[in-house]
């Protein structure tokens, strides 16, 4: 018997270069295929991963508020939200009960890797003719820069936030006209009021986070928000930002506190992303499933126009097996070099798309992770998916009468 | 032997009827008989391309009948070389790696034996200058040559050859006909060779004829045993 398939290696090797233009053909046609694949797939996990990071820039994966009353106490985020949070008086904000001993039990939860308390709430930035509605976040730097990487999304100044200090995002700088070192006003709707002086300005990356958060000392907010010694929202972050709903659920476990995970809050934004990877993977799969076509069309009439030399190498010797080897090989070699060319295009095109994906303000719209193992990944399955397309054909050449196919 | 084709369609068609034939080792048959008669169906059941509805075929004392498609395709590997009207060489090939071929598919990894063989049988079919052409690029009594060639190339006790000069010029055709008949003189090996051709049937050692898939005559040819025993 034979060790290793060098005949069906040399046979398919010289059909591949005989027909050397279908071969050309068909590996163009799997290159390009599988170069969208791979930039749709690189395109789809970077656009996830930069949403995630982005979000993840200002949120905590989970937040503990204190027990539902009626309404909900309110998130620093969207701006739809923050026009209801100025307007109902009776929407008073509370304390979450014995937070230090909350916060101190949840350190102990596996998989947090930190914990912090804060007093968030809404408030009123003045200065000069300028007001804008802010949301105040007060903080204990240090730990609060365990959870929010803040002090990293600096752009502008200091982050060591004392009594009098304030730090606000690039936007609302803009809109206040204010710079590091001016001084502004923070009112809030409890009728407190407090002049600040900017000591550093942020970029989380969002135009809306950028807009409207401010952050101060925990101390200064729980005077400004009417909340003195309490804890309006404890934030924690976890080591999988994915496991954040489970880990939500076992804080939640025993206590009448809410535990929102990012998870539940973005909603809406898993909801689109699942969509869109839907969308993503049925375009995915039907060019592959064209692809495969492709170069099981190509082989059909390879086998049809090889009839005879098909016959010939049955009679003298070559069994079914290796007849089918022969065009199976083909299929893999065909979708194997395709591959390599749709990884160099795709490789091209994601270059190219950092390059050119821009916001209107010229900053990168996101950056595409390019992952060697997405290719090696996409060479395997083309291979294998080749293979699977040469199949019948293959078959239909192994099956093949050396009589008929003679005598034709 | 007998062979039927369309066997349970309504035109089933007796082709060969009860043939009986001994092929001994060495010998040089010509296989003679109008158009239709059967040689080609009678060649492909001998050379294991096909099987007998009924009737046994033993190839060097084997009876063929009882092995499955596997140890068929070996055993023709093994002990029939085949001759075509046409050639049938593998135009991505050389004529040596044509040659090579068999000895290919049998053993799977090329070496240098089998080069060296096939390089002995183009010599012996005088084509040694030829051996790196392709199979495309050299004349059709050169191309069937090749194919001789190939068809020796398993050493096989016998070679089956369908009208193997039908296609060629009569130059040509003595040619490829004195060089199979050189091979089986210092080879011994067995041939049969059909063939329309009345003045290389008389080349033969023995004339079988068939007609209407019955053997009517099967003599030795008196002319070619006079002239090789003297
Ligand atoms: N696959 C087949 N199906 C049905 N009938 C067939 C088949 N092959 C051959 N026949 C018939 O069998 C008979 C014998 O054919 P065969 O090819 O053996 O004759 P032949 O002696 O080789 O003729 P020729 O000298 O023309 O080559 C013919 O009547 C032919 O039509
Ligand atoms: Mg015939």
Redesign the interface.
């Given at each position: 018997m034979?060790?290793?398939?060098?005949?069906e290696l040399?046979?398919a090797f010289?059909?591949m270069?005989?027909g050397l233009m279908q071969t050309l053909l068909i590996i163009l046609g799997v290159g390009l295929g599988g170069g969208v694949i791979v930039f749709m797939s690189a395109l789809l996990s970077g656009l996830q991963a930069n949403v995630v990071r982005r979000t993840l820039n200002y949120q905590a994966p989970i937040r503990i508020l204190p027990p539902d009353q009626v309404a909900r106490p309110l998130r620093a985020v969207e701006g739809a939200e923050i026009a209801a949070q100025v307007q109902p008086r009776s929407q008073r904000l509370r304390s979450i009960d014995q937070w230090q001993k909350i916060r101190d039990q949840i350190e102990r939860t596996p998989d947090v890797v930190a914990v912090t308390p804060v007093v968030a709430g809404p408030g009123f930035a003045l200065r000069g003719d300028a007001s804008k509605s802010v949301t105040i976040t007060g903080i204990e730097p240090e730990s609060y820069f365990r959870v929010i990487a803040l002090d990293e999304k600096i752009v502008a100044g200091r982050h060591d936030i004392g009594p009098l200090d304030i730090v606000i995002g690039t936007e609302l700088a803009k809109d206040l006209g204010a710079n590091v070192g001016d001084k502004f006003r923070l009112a809030t709707a409890v009728g407190a009021n407090a002049t600040l002086t900017v000591i550093g300005l942020f970029d989380f990356g969002n135009k809306g986070a950028n807009e409207r958060n401010v952050y101060v000392a925990l101390r200064s907010a729980q005077n400004l928000l009417d909340l003195v010694g309490g804890a309006s929202a404890i934030e924690v972050k976890v080591r999988d930002p994915f496991a954040a709903e489970t880990i939500a659920q076992t804080i939640r476990g025993g206590t009448d506190l809410q535990v929102e995970s990012w998870i539940v809050t973005n909603a809406q934004f898993f909801t689109a992303m699942r969509a869109q990877i839907l969308t993503n993977t049925l375009i995915r799969l039907f060019v592959g499933l064209t692809v495969a076509l492709g170069i099981a069309s190509v082989l059909v009439v390879s086998v049809i126009q090889k009839q005879?030399?098909i016959?010939?190498?049955?009679?003298?010797?070559?069994?079914?097996g290796?007849v089918l080897r022969v065009f199976l090989i083909q299929g893999g070699a065909v979708a194997l070099a395709g591959s390599v060319l749709g990884s160099a295009l795709a490789w091209t095109f994601l270059l190219a798309w950092r390059e050119l994906a821009r916001n209107p303000d010229g900053t990168l719209m996101f950056i595409v992770e390019i992952e060697p193992s997405l290719f090696a990944i996409a060479m395997v399955t083309a291979t294998l998916v080749g293979i699977l397309a040469a199949a019948t054909p293959a078959r239909r050449a192994a099956r093949l009468d050396?009589?008929v196919a003679?005598r034709s | 032997m007998h062979k039927s084709y369309g066997v349970g369609t309504p035109v089933e068609l007796e082709v060969l009827h009860g043939i009986d034939l001994v092929l001994e080792r060495g010998e040089f048959t010509a296989l003679v008989g109008p158009s239709g008669s059967g040689k080609t169906t009678l060649l492909?059941l001998i050379?294991l391309?096909?099987r007998p509805n009924a009737g046994r075929l033993f190839i060097e004392g084997q009876e063929t009948g009882g092995l499955g498609?596997?140890d068929i395709?070996?055993l023709?590997?093994?002990s029939i070389?085949?001759v075509?009207q046409y050639h049938?060489l593998?135009?991505?090939?050389t004529a040596l790696e044509n040659v090579m071929?068999?000895i290919?598919?049998?053993?799977?990894?090329?070496d240098d034996e089998m080069r060296a063989t096939a390089a002995t049988l183009l010599d012996r079919v005088g084509l040694t200058p030829w051996r790196d052409s392709k199979a495309t690029e050299i004349s059709g009594g050169q191309q069937q040559r090749v194919a001789i060639a190939?068809a020796l190339?398993?050493n096989p006790a016998l070679v089956l050859a369908d009208e193997p000069s039908g296609n060629l010029d009569t130059a040509s055709a003595d040619g490829v006909f004195d060089v199979l008949r050189e091979i089986n003189e210092t080879s011994r090996t067995t041939f049969l060779i059909v063939t329309h051709d009345p003045r290389l049937a008389q080349r033969c050692d023995r004339i079988v004829e068939l007609v209407d898939g019955r053997i009517v005559s099967d003599r030795p040819n008196a002319h070619v045993l006079r002239s090789s025993s003297g």
């Open positions: 034979k060790r290793f398939a060098f005949f040399i046979v010289r059909f270069r005989e005879k030399e016959g010939i190498l049955r009679a003298m010797g070559a069994s079914r290796q050396p009589v003679i | 492909n050379g391309l096909d498609e596997e395709t070996r023709r590997g093994r070389g085949f075509f049938y593998l135009p991505a090939f071929m068999p290919l598919a049998a053993r799977g990894r090329p190939r190339a398993m």
